[in-house]
């Protein structure tokens, strides 16, 4: 009963910006994690960034000191602001949510259907 939204994907020049939006609705619980994260043709997904409600975030080692991740936890959006971006960026870009305590107090995750990040050299 929970969807992720995300939006703000596209082409960019290497050094340039973007930035991308995930918005949560149905069920919701308080106590969750949202995240983003990416995975490259023939790649493993992998970690770009994690928020907690309380505000505790984490990055992956590539994107530390060019991207930011923020939240807005009434209305259960998270956004990632993209910096400085590189050709080695380019990935589909998922938004993730964790529900910590979901039915039956177990934690379960949710994923968006990605959006498509294009850095040209």
């Known amino acids: 009963q929970v969807q992720l939204v995300e939006s703000g994907g596209g082409k960019v020049e290497a050094g340039g910006a973007l930035r991308l939006s995930c918005a949560a609705s149905?069920?919701?619980?308080?106590?969750?994690?949202m995240g983003w994260y990416r995975q490259a043709p023939g790649k493993e997904r992998e970690l770009v960034a994690t928020?907690?409600?309380?505000?505790?975030?984490i990055y992956g080692d590539s994107v530390k000191g060019r991207f930011t991740i923020s939240r807005d936890n009434a209305q259960n959006t998270v956004s990632l602001q993209m910096n400085s971006l590189k050709p080695e960026d380019t990935a589909v870009y998922y938004c993730?949510?964790?529900?910590?305590?979901?039915?039956?107090?177990?934690?379960?995750?949710?994923w968006g259907q990605g959006t498509q990040v294009t850095v040209s050299s």
């Open positions: 993730n949510l964790v529900l910590w305590y979901y039915y039956g107090n177990q934690p379960r995750d949710f």
């Open positions: 149905g069920n919701i619980f308080s106590i969750n994690t």
């Open positions: 928020i907690e409600n309380a505000g505790r975030i």
